[in-house]
């Protein structure tokens, strides 16, 4: 079974900062199967990139996503007020067949 | 607008049983995957159970292999997770999510329904 670590667990920074969070697999996996979501206190997750890099829809800009094989990033260019939550990456694996959420990453104001 | 309704959670003691239910509307309920995902209290997210759009294939997670059952209604547009056995553990908030496209993804989320497993 895959692992996925996220990196770091809680990160401080300022509006208008770039934040960069990191998602690792325990071993090398397909860029198609990996999305990352945002969940605020009280909310649903909320669907951010898929297939690694692909944002979905509604989703703005300064999100990006990039990486392959066991590393992949988070990329938030100028981080808005509204940005700050909690971000898990997440993998589907074939063997066995299931979905694996990573411990995620908390993104407070400094 | 797809919306995505749970019910039926609340609080039970340990060994006993809980049924929820996802009421779906805005898409073509059939021809997609569901599934259902958990958050503990203080925890991060956990994926439980997954079902195909015709309901034939099911998959779940290690944690509640054999005490959960998941099961959908095309008919109805429902979604539900029969859930036997509870432990303490299974303490959580119950989302079930839409899977997107030809990607394993969640694109739509419910609200969310809150199990509490306690004597």
């Known amino acids: 079974e895959i692992v996925l670590t996220q990196s770091p667990g809680t990160l401080s920074l300022s509006p208008g900062e770039r934040a960069t969070l990191s998602c690792r697999a325990s071993?090398?996996?397909?860029?198609?199967?990996l999305a990352w979501y945002q969940q605020k206190p009280g909310q649903a997750p909320r669907l951010l990139i898929y297939?690694?890099?692909s944002r979905a829809t509604g989703i703005p800009d300064r999100f990006s996503g990039s990486g392959s094989g066991t590393d992949f990033t988070l990329t938030i260019s100028r981080l808005e007020p509204e940005d700050f939550a909690v971000y898990y990456c997440?993998?589907?694996?074939?063997?066995?067949?299931?979905?694996?959420f990573g411990q995620g990453t908390k993104l407070e104001i400094k | 607008e797809v919306q995505l309704l749970e019910s039926g959670g609340g609080l039970v003691q340990p060994g006993g049983s809980l049924r929820l239910s996802c009421a779906a509307s805005?898409?073509?309920?059939?021809?997609?995957?569901m599934s259902w995902v958990r958050r503990a209290p203080g925890k991060g997210l956990e994926w439980v159970s997954g079902i195909s759009g015709p309901g034939g294939f099911t998959i779940y997670a290690d944690s509640v292999k054999g005490r959960f059952t998941i099961s959908r209604d095309n008919s109805k547009n429902t979604l539900s997770l029969q859930m036997n056995s509870l432990r303490v553990e299974d303490t959580a908030v119950y989302y079930c999510?839409?899977?997107?496209?030809?990607?394993?993804?969640?694109?739509?989320w419910g609200q969310g329904t809150l199990v509490t497993v306690s004597s």
């Open positions: 997440q993998l589907f694996g074939s063997s066995p067949p299931g979905y694996t």
């Open positions: 805005g898409f073509t309920f059939s021809s997609y995957a």
């Open positions: 999510a839409k899977r997107g496209g030809d990607y394993p993804y969640f694109d739509y």
């Open positions: 071993q090398s996996v397909s860029s198609s199967y």
């Open positions: 297939g690694a890099s």
